[in-house]
């Protein structure tokens, strides 16, 4: 097992710290854990974001741990040099296409949920988020409008191919589930859209039982905070998945909760928090870890055949919330490392940690 770790910037590292904690329990046989540069941290260090070390360090692993990045003092840098380009360069260069962020309700948590409690007790949903096209990656750039004005443009658009591998990890996934998927587009006005939209209905003939809807971005947007229980899978773009997760995440309880899985086709995958580097926190070590502790569970679960593992995170994570442990994002006075403390505790009450 494989495993590099990019804490990044920020909370990334306070985060990271306690994910790594609590592998190191699970005392996993064979267990390697390499350290690699990515970031501000690694601008910092060599001039550049993703330094062609760290690349090679996450080519020859089984899987990846990433805190995060970012860091407003590199906001004046070229976009190929700011710190996001870390993130967006390794789901690039090993072609992580799909973006799993599942939100599911904690029964401790449901009176941490911007919504009702009793609206939040029912959410139990999956976003698939396109990761390797959108606007995100077209072209982009500066130019002169005829009337001399300064004008910016990032092109926004999907080939099919792109459109139909997500939409078959989006059914599978529903297959798996409860069986139903929505698609969220603007085919009412994008192009790259009515595309969209045309694939995913063709990928649907190959999955009968999955039933299919479609929905207007800002419908899903106004949908996810009035009923978000009548979600299964969501499937949807690189941008309007990044904005939804962010929702969905308050929905829950906390930006400080939602894991995530960035696969490619190999079935490699890269594990980290949806949230960023929260400079506003950062140093005061009261980050939650939970959601990179979490997405060490999916690492474990996804990557590394080890569901066994994966569910004993998962459950002491439950657990330590039922005790009533709160980092301060979920109104409570705990710090990251004594949140970090409580879920190791009450993996070691499930019994012999070697087991
Ligand atoms: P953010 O997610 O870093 O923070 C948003 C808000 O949520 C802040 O108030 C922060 O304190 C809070 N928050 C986030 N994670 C938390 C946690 N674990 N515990 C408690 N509170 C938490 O988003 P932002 O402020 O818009 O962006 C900050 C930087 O992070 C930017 O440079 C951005 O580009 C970057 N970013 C990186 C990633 C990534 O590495 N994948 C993701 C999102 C944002
Ligand atoms: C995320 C982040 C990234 C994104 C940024 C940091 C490039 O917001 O992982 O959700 O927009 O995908
Ligand atoms: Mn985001």
Redesign the pocket.
């Known amino acids: 097992m494989k495993i590099a770790l990019f804490a ?5 590292p306070e ?1 990271i710290a306690q994910a790594v904690r609590v592998l190191r329990a699970l005392d996993l046989p064979g267990l390697s854990l390499t350290e690699g540069l990515v ?1 501000a941290a690694a601008w910092r260090a060599t001039g550049h974001p993703l330094p062609n070390e760290t690349l090679a360090i996450a080519r020859a692993s089984d899987a990846i741990l ?7 003092g ?2 004046h840098l070229e976009r190929h040099l ?3 380009q ?2 967006l360069g390794l789901r690039r260069e090993l072609g992580l296409f799909a973006n799993l962020r599942p939100a599911k309700a904690i029964p401790a948590l449901v009176g941490n949920s911007a919504l009702r409690p009793e609206v939040a007790a029912a959410i139990d949903l999956l976003i698939v988020r396109e990761l390797n096209g959108d606007v995100y990656f077209g072209e982009k750039g500066r130019r002169a409008t005829s009337a001399g004005l300064r004008q910016g443009y990032d092109l926004m658009a999907y080939d099919e191919a792109e459109v139909s591998r997500i939409a078959r990890t989006a059914f599978e996934a529903a297959r798996r589930r409860q069986g139903r998927l929505c698609s969220v587009d603007k085919a009412n006005v994008l192009e790259t859209s009515q595309l969209w939209r045309d694939v995913v209905i063709e990928v649907a003939a190959d999955y009968p039982e999955v039933e299919l809807e479609h929905m207007y971005v800002d419908n899903a947007a106004m949908q996810l905070v009035r009923a978000p229980g009548a979600f299964d899978v969501i499937v949807t773009g690189n941008l309007f998945g ?1 904005i939804l997760s ?1 929702q969905a995440s308050m929905c829950v309880g ?4 939602l894991a995530s899985a960035s696969l490619n086709e190999g079935g490699q995958g890269l594990y ?11 140093g005061q070590g ?7 502790i979490l997405s060490a569970a999916m690492m474990l679960r996804h990557s590394l055949d080890s569901g066994a593992a994966a569910d004993r995170i998962e459950a002491a994570v439950a657990t330590a919330l039922d005790h009533g442990a709160r ?3 979920l109104g409570g006075t705990l710090e ?1 490392e004594a949140m970090g403390d409580a879920v190791l505790a009450a993996l070691e009450q499930q019994g012999s940690l070697a087991a």
């Open positions: 990044g910037d920020g909370i990334g985060v970031g990433f805190g995060a990045v970012g860091d407003f590199c906001d700011r710190p996001e870390a993130i990044d962010d906390s930006i400080g909760l980290e928090p949806i949230h960023g580097s929260a400079p506003d926190i950062a009261v980050a939650n870890p939970l959601a990179t980092t301060r994002d990251t």
